[in-house]
């Protein structure tokens, strides 16, 4: 197992092992609980942007092998430490595919918005799934207004999955306005879109519109 070489620093040195290659060789012989020793000793050698890039390069080590707890961990004993985004991007999304009984993606969340850092896209949509599927209606709306006002702009998928939160409650209303906003904003539906909003008018009473849709799916 390697670190990438973007996340080595080269100047940090232990012996004649870079850091975090030595933390790397220390997890495959003796676990990640050794592993973590290592990294602390780096921290009370007080090597600052050394420290951080190491840090950078141990949450891609506990990311790749999903040590989830411990990735969110190691971000917490920086409480001001300027970690890349993708560095929370890639938790959240790890996070989001497991039965998270911790609440780690929350706790991931809380981290990015207390240091102020931006989620990208798929992040925004990660969440916005994540939230979706678990019935947790009221974050999702949060969420998406949160992605609205200070966010990235959304894409086919956020609306697809704001669509499929308001018709999966019936609210075909609502789904029938976020279609509208998405055509306004100048999103381009795809196929998950017209689906979706075909059993949205059908729903509704409106085969015309639903036919339409189709046709226009279908390209004829």
């Excluded at 220390?26 to 290592?38: L, M, N, P, R, Y």
């Excluded at 780096?42 to 942007?49: A, E, I």
Aim: glycine share 6%; net charge negative; proline share 4%.
């Amino acid at each position: 197992m390697v670190v990438a070489e973007s996340s080595v620093s080269k100047n940090v040195f232990i012996g004649k092992t870079p850091f975090p290659l030595r933390i790397d060789a220390v997890f495959e012989d003796e676990g990640i609980q050794s592993a973590q020793k290592e990294f602390d000793s780096l921290v009370q050698r007080g090597l600052g942007k050394s420290g951080l890039s190491c840090a950078v390069g141990t949450m891609s080590l506990l990311l790749t092998t999903d040590h989830l707890k411990e990735a969110v961990n190691l971000i917490e004993q920086f409480p001001g430490a300027d970690l890349p985004a993708h560095v929370y991007n890639t938790l959240i999304a790890k996070t989001s595919r497991r039965n998270d009984l911790e609440g780690l993606m929350e706790k991931a969340l809380q981290l990015m918005r207390s240091r102020r850092v931006k989620s990208d896209v798929a992040s925004y949509n990660t969440l916005l799934s994540s939230f979706h599927l678990r019935r947790e209606y009221e974050k999702v709306e949060q969420l998406w207004d949160q992605m609205i006002q200070h966010g990235p702009e959304p894409t086919p998928a956020s609306y697809n999955v704001m669509i499929n939160h308001y018709l999966e409650r019936g609210l075909l209303v609502e789904s029938r306005e976020m279609f509208t906003e998405m055509q306004d904003r100048g999103v381009t539906p795809d196929r998950y879109t017209f689906t979706a909003m075909i059993k949205a008018f059908g729903r509704d009473n409106e085969p015309e519109r639903a036919v339409a849709l189709l046709r226009a799916m279908s390209g004829s």
